[in-house]
């Protein structure tokens, strides 16, 4: 475990995970997870009249795996603060590959003066090389002690 101060963020640094494939099991978990069972995850045939042809994994879905390449180390003195901007501009298919990129987008001031506001932009990317899913990720971290 790191302890890395908000002082010692450098915007513009980047981070890409592995990658991973989604599977038809995935969609069917996630669907039972969430509830969500619309024909869009769950009907081959009725997709196929559809203008991408085929099951798309669901936005949550996406977001939960490519947030869940981007942890790593733990750093004791930062947590999630929240996420904003989520944006899913291309669909994810079953047997399709994806990555999170992460870059030190900005840091803010916070109301604490004993901690910083850290915006991660998150970036999915498909073995296309294409961004199937954006937003910044908020990182409430401790400040160096003065």
């Known amino acids: ?30 669907a039972g997870q969430s509830g969500d069972f619309y024909p869009h995850h769950m009907d081959a ?3 196929r009249t559809q203008p991408f042809k085929q099951r798309i994994a669901h936005g949550t879905l996406v977001f939960t795996i490519g947030v869940g390449q ?3 180390e733990i750093n ?6 929240g996420y904003e901007r ?3 501009p ?18 803010r001031e ?16 498909n ?10 990720h908020l990182l409430l971290v401790k400040r160096r002690d003065l």
């Open 110 to 125: 916070y109301k604490r003066p004993d901690h910083g506001i850290l915006v991660e932009k998150i970036e999915v990317i």
């Open 70 to 72: 981007t942890a790593g």
């Open 86 to 88: 989520l944006r899913f």
């Open 45 to 47: 045939e009725w997709c």
């Open 127 to 136: 073995q296309h090389n294409e961004c199937v899913m954006a937003c910044d």
């Open 1 to 30: 475990m790191k302890n890395i101060t908000f002082e010692e963020f450098a915007v513009g640094t980047t981070r890409t995970s592995g990658g991973r494939t989604i599977t038809e099991t995935d969609i069917v978990l996630h």
């Open 90 to 107: 291309k669909p994810v298919f079953i047997g399709d590959t994806i990555r999170t990129r992460v870059t030190i987008a900005e840091k």
């Open 76 to 81: 004791p003195l930062a947590m999630t603060y």
